[in-house]
């Protein structure tokens, strides 16, 4: 079974339909961008916070499907369908990227036979390890649960904030869902560490460098050698293409453009401890 996170798209933004007394209601997979023959379907999202519902899919084949998801933006008005959603499944695999945006890259038609998803699988990790290597760092979060925590802040007030708890650590965090527990307190779900696949350079850097190291290796999936650009007359000479310098249209990234996730040091100030809400009355920014 997937997990699918969605967030609703309305009128050009995004867009939160719950407080307005409105719900999303289904989520349709198809087996091709004509959207003609249903394969799963899965409702009522299940709202996580503001603006973010989850759908629990059942199993279908690996694979890449068209979705489209039905919500309705407020009590008793029509229903809304979003026809933009394309998902690569399974998720939950730990990958950054899927093998079908790197057959993409690699120009290798879909749907993948099980080797070729076995050994794009392999790519895509071995271009995550370099990754990691060179920020020194999981991109892979894991998820931290606390019970029975008080915000800082008003509930009426947005608790999707990291700010809103109280909780430290030495990395990056941020607030995956939050349950009421009836009684002033809640259970959060926090995803602690770099969430490589919601960096958009992270994704573009893996996904070209496992299809560049796949397009190289001798039988590799879409594998084609040396780029040629022409052959003389009775194959005397061959000219192969030269590949882009690195800043130029068509190239590769380079490694260094992900520089701005390395882990930094981190140290608290010695700060006197803030009470809970409602018995501090203004907000307080840790020394983060």
Do not use: C
Not at 59 to 68: E, S
Not at 134 to 155: E, F, I, K, N
Not at 171 to 198: N, Q
Not at 276 to 288: A, V
């Amino acid at each position: 079974m997937s997990v699918v996170d969605y967030q609703p798209m309305y009128g050009g933004a995004h867009y939160d339909p719950e407080p307005a007394g409105g719900q999303v209601t289904s989520l349709v997979l198809y087996d091709g961008p004509e959207r003609t023959t249903e394969v799963a379907a899965a409702g009522p999202g299940t709202r996580l916070r503001a603006g973010a519902y989850r759908f629990a899919l059942p199993d279908v084949p690996p694979g890449r499907y068209w979705a489209t998801v039905t919500f309705t933006p407020s009590n008793g008005a029509q229903p809304v369908k979003d026809r933009s959603v394309r998902l690569d499944l399974p998720l939950g695999l730990g990958l950054v990227t899927s093998p079908e945006a790197v057959a993409d890259d690699l120009g290798v038609p879909l749907p993948l036979t099980p080797a070729q998803r076995d050994a794009l699988m392999t790519a895509i990790r071995k271009a995550q390890s370099d990754v990691e290597g060179y920020l020194g760092r999981s991109l892979v979060p894991r998820v931290v649960t606390r019970t029975a925590v008080t915000p800082y802040w008003r509930p009426s007030e947005d608790l999707t904030d990291p700010e809103a708890w109280p909780f430290e650590t030495d990395d990056v965090w941020r607030v995956s869902a939050y349950r009421d527990r009836g009684d002033g307190t809640y259970d959060v779900d926090l995803l602690v560490g770099l969430d490589g696949a919601a960096e958009d350079p992270v994704v573009r850097y893996v996904t070209a460098h496992a299809a560049e190291s796949e397009r190289n290796r001798p039988g590799g999936v879409g594998a084609q050698g040396r780029r040629v650009s022409s052959v003389s007359a009775e194959g005397q000479s061959i000219s192969y293409e030269s590949a882009p310098t690195a800043g130029q249209a068509g190239a590769l990234p380079t490694i260094d453009t992900l520089s701005r996730l390395k882990r930094r040091l981190w140290q608290p100030l010695n700060i006197p401890p803030r009470p809970p809400w409602p018995y501090s009355s203004t907000r307080y920014r840790s020394g983060r």
